[in-house]
């Protein structure tokens, strides 16, 4: 083919590419930063993952923010303009704002509860009246009752406690039943109907802001976080003194976007700076700058428009990997332009082409070989990172292969410095035994100091960060709220809802024994507001036996008390009539208290029906396993620490991976090199994968299934040098100074990334950078000839023997 | 002491707190002290000779009687004792009939000990409630009507020397429709209007103001 019909071709495919994207960018492209997206999907079943996105959607697009001050007016006008800050929003359509609702969180009104309840009331009791009355009998609680009717201005223990008349409620059991439903455990104390909480110098006001969309959103970030923004400083104008602190998923998400975006922008002008930087000197001519950047673009624009039909939604970490892409889809570029150094005759593409088409080709099959083991974990976010680099990759090689020849120019020859350079590299030899023997020593000590030491840390926690100062506030708020939600949650399965109802109370019973053991502050369940049948009917028989027994304990009361016989006869006459009646969900989940356990409740199902009951304050997270185990259709749900036996379970699958990939290669170099070239060949990849992990070790970072992933880059680079200095034999010294520029722009690359916010981009760039740096070096040495053989052929450099 | 935990959260919590306003209606509206509202600052003028005192006193104390009406019962349950109200301190309730027992209620903490010694205590820290409570009674003793305000709508009725106080919650409190504190030149009787119809009353005779905090020792 001639470089004319090639540039055709090149031509036509990236017009093609680029409608591709345009098509792709108007219909579908989005971006994603919701880092749970990037990992494995660990739901076993559709209904675990329904839950799941319940939870995830109720609760992650809620804020809750603590605006306090020194007095009760203070901290609630400051509350009051946040609120309004929050609720305006200048140019939006009215229709649509970003928050759903923000409000100071109003106490709920028991009128409603009373009315839903109605008459049945009487057959409601709580958790630890309950195992009271069980245990104890009534006796207990008409003490109580008898010692609070004589108290000062009836303030004992069971008298300003009351809800209603004495005579409706004698020993306080629905006001009991009532206590149990108020949030944070009673933290929360409401004063002019909104709720507050006092702490020593000062008080705060709660204020609720639910998002109405989910807050990874790109659009919905930028609009809420405006809205925040506006809101702290309005809360603070109100009065010097005046704190807010708050948790929600808003602001992680919108830290975690905004620093991808920052080093999207950095990393990628860096690199691409670097990468001009080495061209201008390097080349010293603006055609190959030109041209490098056409292969870079090539390279973006295929890499996303494939990314974008095949999954719709680019993830801005992938994103950030992409801008690191550049490092390796310049290698071609280099490789082609340093050609032109191998002498100082006319040159031309052609040229270039016949010289370095086959060891690019070679390198890239390779490449693309490594990171196919990308593709095998179910992880959207790294198969998205190799797609991105895969499609990079053959795009700028397509460039390189096709549009390069036809316009390459005739750039001038190698200056003097790169000359200097070059032949400072071609003169390198193998060190002397003695040096060399030291060498392999120092090699040896760390491999065995390094890898003995060498940790690998799974835990998904580790692998996500947020600002430790939004980290602290969440602690301030949590502390404060007596505990904040958990990440783990039971799902309860049954044929029906009252079987569902009846299950959740059968787990709540163990869990109600961890709050009295302090290994758990609170959970929220459906079942808490609605008993199931079961338990209304068990209560109205427990009830029977011991409160309104004939001769039992009220009934004595009433005859202390001096009431006619006839009273206790129609408190038993309104509890038998009672007993008849029963609570059905649907009028208590009208309520405001209702509606806010609403998400709990996931309604019917493929298997039936379900419910979610959700944990705060889990201080022993094994004593929950044991509270599920025994218990028919509950399991508790515990992403984190399923994602993270996932991580590890890929690491190690990645590792073998990494072995099996190393088998591949040499068997491929074998078949093409023999035997003995293909074990000098693979001493670089494999000895830098080992020093790679030694040196981590050594200096106490812990490894995990990025920095395998890592290494597994790293493989098709090294195996990339190996290849083009065997392949390029004939001119070893040019194809030298080619790697090790190649090498040098890779290390610049994914240095950058060592330095990013996420850590799992840090974890593979710090393994390639020091991958990168390692098979080089070994790379340079096992290609270095003996001391003895130094003499270059005359055409390729001219430079004296040493 | 769980159920004094809940009486006390509840005592507070708005949860449970809705007054029902046909039954509210009913024995507040009887009250014709109600169709007088006032703030604090007229109040203040009005009940100089009581204020004045009531603001150097340092400690207050004397016998109290009770007189507890329930819906349905036909006569009061009766309770005496005495109490003493130490500013800063806080208020000891002893009560001697029909059983011993004594109730101190700081500002951030809440004692009960029955007649066998056996002590419940409750400190704000663990349950905010507690500093509602002792706020409200604080406020009602010392006659302070600036917190009073904040916590009531006030109106006020005098005939004579008498003098009637009415406070009606501005957040509903546990059962309580309204609080009634009447008197001539000491606070002699303050009545409890509570939901449902029940009622508590509770008479202050011979009390004793005093402006040196001696007896600070007694409310512990």
Redesign the interface.
Known sequence: MSARQRLLLWVLLMTGAGLWLWWASSTRLQFETDITAMLPQTAPDAVTRQALDRVESALGRQGLYLVGAPD?ATARRAAEAFVAALREEPGAPTDRPVYASAALQV?????Q?DAAYGDARLLLL?A?DRARLQREGAQPFAD?AL??????????????????????DPF?LY??F??Q??PAG????????ILT??RDGGIDVLVNATLADSPFRLAVQDRAMARLDAALQAARATAPGVTVIGTGVLRHAAAASRSAKREISTIGSLSLAGVLLVFLVCFRSLRPLLLVLLSLGAASVVSLATVATLYGKVHLIAMVFESSLVGLAVDYSIHFFSDRFRNDKPWTGMDGLRHVGVPISVGMATTLLAYCSFLVPPFPGLRQMALLSMTGLVASYLTVMLAYPALAGSPPPASKPVLALRDRLARLHRPRPALLGVLIAGGAVLLAFGLARLQFVDDVRALQSSPANLLAEEMQVRERLGGGLDTRFFLVEGRDAETVLAREEALRDRLEALRARGLLTDYNALSRLVPSQARQAENAELLARTVYADGGALARLDAT????PE?FAQQRAAFDAARALRITPEPLLDTP?GAALRPLWLGPTAHGFASVVTLSGVREPGALVDAATGLPGIHLVDRVSDISQVLAHYRRLASLGLGGALLIIAGVLAWRYGPRHAMRHLLAPLGGALLTLATLGALGIPANLFTVLALLLVLGLGVDYSVFLHEGDASRPTTLLAISLAGLVTLLAFGLLGASATPFIRSLGLGVLLGVAWTWLLAVLAAAPPRAYVKMPAADAGAPPS | M?????????????????A?AASASASVSAETVFAHPADAATIRAALVPVTARLAAAQSISGP?Q?K?Y??????P?L?S?D?TFVRDHGIT?R?TT??A?E?VIQRDALV?R?ANGQE?RID?AQ???V???ARI?FAVFSLDFAELE?LFALSLQQDGGGWQLGLQP??A????DAIIVSGRNDVER?R?L?????R?E?EFQDTRVSSSAAPAARAR
Not at chain 1, 147 to 168: E, H, V
Not at chain 2, 2 to 18: Q, S
Not at chain 2, 194 to 198: K, L, T, V
């Open positions: 009760f106490a709920s009104d028991p009128a509860l709580s630890n109580a010692q609070a009717l004589y108290a000062p201005a009836g303030f004992g223990p069971s008298g300003l406690g009351r809800t209603r008349a004495f005579a409706d306080g006001g009991d009532l206590l439903l108020l009673g933290k929360l104390a409401p004063r002019d109907g909480l006092e008390l001096g009431f006619a009273h208290l | 769980k159920r004094l935990l809940l009486a006390l959260t509840l005592a507070c919590a708005p949860a449970v707190a809705a029902s109290y009770q507890k329930l819906r349905e019962l036909p006569r349950l309770a004792g109490f309730w009560t029909p059983f027992s109730l009960q029955d419940v704000a349950q905010p409630a500093r509602m409570v009674f904040q501005k957040q409190s546990g059962t309580i303050v409890l509570e939901r449902g119809g029940d508590t509770i």
